[in-house]
């Protein structure tokens, strides 16, 4: 039996040509897997200094809660550009997001600013990945673009408010920043953390993320770039 793929994976090293042992016993054949098109985000680095990858894209529906500040996900969304997707966003405050779109460049850009409830169809595929990001609040619309294949949907929080434990119920994965004591219990509760954990969310510092899928959780530090330095300013969780 093949152990289930996590959108959450950290990786030791880079990815490039393999050498070596060319043959594979024939009982070995049925734990073979082949993972085509997953590319990945780089999250940033975890406590040994090792990159963790977000898998975004796949022909599977991913949906992603991040409960934290737009500059992260303003983060995100940059790399994801970098790894060759297009970002759709929808936001209540557009001024925030503007600036950054057109500072990508690119004709047409890979990078859409919308109003709320107007996301045109985005015609991902698995040469055409798309990002759609929802900046709308702490009650965001149930209107909503959808995941599907080649297209995730990464919903931004400022904080756990009343449409929080439905989201995050739904997400394949989900990003926690610097929350306040009585938050923390709640989305501890809901991710089945470790009350250590848990309790530590209060303390992260502003770059800091911890991201949870299904049965895994890492303490993820951003680390801008320079570039994103440049773009975005220094790491913030309040906007």
Known sequence: MTAPV???????????????????????FAALRLPVGD???????????????????????LDVVLVG???????????????????AVETARPQAWAALARSVGGDPSPMTVYGVGRVAPQGASVSAPVLVVRDCGVRPPRGRPAAGPWQSVLTLLPFP???????????????????????????????????GTARA???????????????????????????????????????
């Open 161 to 195: 408010g009343p449409a929080a434990p439905r989201l995050v119920e739904r997400a394949g994965l989900v990003g926690v920043q610097r929350v306040a004591p009585d938050e923390a219990a709640v989305l501890g509760r809901a991710l089945r953390l470790p009350d």
């Open 201 to 239: 969310l209060p303390r992260l510092g502003e770059d800091m993320v911890l991201w949870c899928a299904p049965g895994h959780h890492a303490l993820v530090a951003v680390r801008p770039t320079d570039i994103e330095t440049g773009l975005l300013g220094e790491p913030r969780r309040l906007d």
């Open 69 to 87: 500040g737009v500059w992260t996900a303003q983060v995100l969304a940059l790399r994801a550009v970098g790894a060759g997707a297009r970002v």
């Open 6 to 28: 996590t959108p959450l994976r950290a990786v030791r090293g880079l990815f490039g040509p393999r050498r070596g042992r060319h043959t594979l016993p024939v009982e070995r």
């Open 39 to 61: 590319d990945g985000v780089v999250a940033g680095g975890d406590a040994d200094g090792q990159p963790v990858v977000l898998g975004l894209f796949g022909p599977a529906a």
